[in-house]
């Protein structure tokens, strides 16, 4: 077996592992992931149950009579009262309950009597897969070294399915190759004491949303508190982003109540318009105690930065890859400072706020309060008012909508009320998509309209976790570059924890046309001040983009010149080709090319060969 390339190897933060259950035949194929520099966490008889890479801070054990518990990532329990959880357990579904009352983000495995169950985060920042690997079941934090060790090449269907924008549920959960099986965010995998036979287990489903706001707003403040203490208890340094934003505000605030010294950091827009200094620096004025780093804004990357010398080894493809350089541009500084961790706001747009699509259904139940509301939002987002009335008339269960998206690839997007009041953003492939490729991908959509519902059927709730997951997607890819550069990330708005406090509360108190963010607002008053809380808007930083489009030009056209999709058949290089030659055309005013960079620059991270001197140490199984 050929070794990962160095980005596999982990620092604090990027805990990666494969499970094992206690046989001698799972304990043969555990070997095989073994290399120099991986951990290997032992059954009591010796064999191999935990393989692969942490630091001890982020593993708690215990071990009591026939049980076993493992949890790895960012949880404050402790060792003795994990211990007293497993000297309780007597049926692996119990674990349900302690899986929905820890705080911080995590996996959790739990063995008894031969039996195993591996479970990663309901939001999907953490996630789980399983292979046949030898004869046995193995399963994997990771879906790359799965298929390394099947010896697996990329599925073209499933390259050509993330070249939609956007991947609609549940096509972006698929793994990029076959004979490898994801678990679905708020399930657990169980596998039996023969290793072979496997369930998945649902643990975890979204609250009902019918807590009235002076309730939940208390909760919310107690969880996303518990969330930054999970980080900032044992002190240290700890760096913050102070974007000017209420949700990274937040964050710093509650860090800066912790034992934790912070340093903040703020990078400016470059946009004359862009406010965000302004209300960090009424933020900082507000936190003595802490340091606040403010970079200059003409030295932040742009987006499209660097497409061609990335190399981290991911299990998917992710746009997130365009704000690579500016989500990790400042981590060395910050390590320098001695940050030992770096907290985000991300995910306060996806919790804290909420989809307007809970309307269509208020619109059934509470017509006059709805109709009040939708005026408001007509305004606030421009919807013409035949539209508006045409989406709340659209009544299509989920499967039908997708159905229907699979024959409309290549039409024109939809009126944008359409999607904020439906069941989302229909997908579209563009022009540079080949035949072949769309051939497989209405395949594949269709396949799914008529095996599939949505994640719920309240259209709002469906897009809310929708939302999430397309959210903690990208973030479990920073996550993991953000370690390899020398300080992981966390972001706690998207614990559990948070997660489930604020999708528990009325849509009608948490979107509203009136209020910017009312659920956080109430939630941080007494520890935000109310001058930060005022700030009703929010930068897009569409000039970094614009401005990167052009100045990277030349690294798009490289990026096209030996396509791998085009190899694969999937897009027209020499379409591609032509836009990248014109980077100002009004076409790319949107993200249109975002979902196709992406997996461009992931094939090309497969394909770069491994270095032997430097990943003797830091494998955990070869690449595909």
Not at 149 to 161: I, N, R, W, Y
Not at 311 to 338: N, Q, Y
Not at 368 to 396: H, M, N, S, Y
Request: with cysteine.
């Amino acid at each position: 077996m050929t070794e990962l390339h160095e980005s596999a190897g982990t620092g604090s933060g990027d805990a990666h592992f494969a499970v094992f259950t206690d046989r001698e035949d799972a304990a043969a194929v555990a070997r095989s992931f073994s290399r120099p520099g991986t951990r290997v966490l032992a059954h009591p008889s010796g064999r191999p149950w935990l393989v692969g890479r942490w630091h001890d801070q982020e593993l708690v054990t215990a071990r009591a009579g026939r049980a076993a518990l493992a949890v790895v990532g960012c949880c404050p329990v402790d060792a003795a009262e994990l211990e007293r959880r497993a000297g309780r357990l007597s049926d692996l579904a119990q674990l349900d309950a302690l899986a929905r009352t820890l705080p911080g983000s995590f996996h959790l495995v739990g063995a008894l009597d031969g039996r195993l169950r591996v479970q990663g985060t309901a939001s999907g920042l953490r996630l789980v897969f399983h292979a046949a690997v030898g004869g046995v079941r193995v399963a994997a934090t990771r879906a790359d070294v799965l298929a390394a060790a099947l010896g697996a090449e990329p599925d073209p269907e499933q390259v050509a399915v993330r070249l939609l924008w956007p991947v609609p549920h549940p096509l972006g959960e698929a793994p990029m190759w076959r004979g490898v099986t994801a678990v679905s965010p708020g399930d657990a995998l169980v596998v039996a004491p023969d290793g072979r036979t496997v369930r998945h287990s649902t643990w975890w489903t979204p609250p009902e949303p019918v807590r009235p706001l002076a309730d939940g707003a208390p909760a919310v403040r107690e969880a996303l508190t518990a969330a930054v203490d999970a980080r900032t208890a044992r002190g240290g340094v700890v760096s913050c982003d102070l974007s000017g934003g209420l949700d990274s505000t937040s964050v710093c605030f509650l860090a800066d109540r912790s034992p934790a010294r912070v340093v903040a950091s703020t990078w400016p827009g470059r946009d004359p318009a862009d406010t965000d200094l302004y209300w960090a620096e009424q933020a900082a004025r507000a936190m003595p105690g802490i340091e606040h780093v403010v970079w200059d804004a003409d030295a932040s990357p742009l987006v499209y930065e660097d497409l061609l010398a990335i190399d981290d080894l991911l299990d998917e493809p992710t746009i997130g890859v365009m704000d690579r350089s500016r989500v990790l541009h400042h981590l060395p500084a910050m390590a320098e400072r001695g940050s030992r961790l770096h907290l985000t706001g991300i995910g306060g747009d996806h919790v804290a706020w909420c989809s307007e699509a809970y309307y269509h259904r208020l619109a059934r139940t509470r017509p006059l309060f709805a109709l009040r509301q939708l005026r408001g939002f007509r305004a606030l987002w421009q919807w013409p008012l035949g539209e508006t009335v045409r989406a709340l008339a659209d009544a299509r269960p989920y499967g039908k909508w997708l159905g229907d998206a699979a024959g409309q690839l290549r039409a024109p997007l939809p009126a944008t009320v359409r999607t904020g009041l439906g069941w989302g953003m229909p997908p579209r492939i563009f022009d540079w998509v080949t035949p072949d490729a769309e051939r497989m991908i209405h395949r594949v959509l269709r396949e799914a309209a008529g095996s599939t519902g949505p994640l719920h059927p309240d259209r709002g709730l469906h897009a809310d976790l929708d939302q999430i997951r397309s959210c903690t997607r990208i973030i479990r890819q920073w996550d993991r570059m953000a370690a390899r550069a020398g300080v992981p990330m966390a972001s706690p708005f998207l614990d559990d924890r948070v997660v489930e406090t604020c999708l528990a509360v009325r849509p009608d108190e948490r979107v509203t046309p009136w209020r910017y963010k009312p659920l956080l607002t109430a939630a941080m008053s007494g520890i935000v001040p109310e001058a930060c809380l005022r700030r009703t808007t929010k930068a897009a930083a569409a000039m970094d983009a614009s401005n990167g489009l052009r100045e990277h030009r030349a690294d798009l056209m490289a990026l096209w010149e030996d396509s791998h999709l085009e190899r694969l058949g999937l897009v027209d290089g020499e379409a591609l080709r032509r836009l990248a030659r014109r980077p100002s055309t009004p076409e790319l005013r949107d993200a249109i090319l975002y979902s196709t960079i992406a997996a461009e620059v992931w094939l090309r991270g497969l394909s770069r060969p491994a270095d032997p001197a430097v990943t003797a140490g830091t494998g955990t199984g070869n690449r595909p």
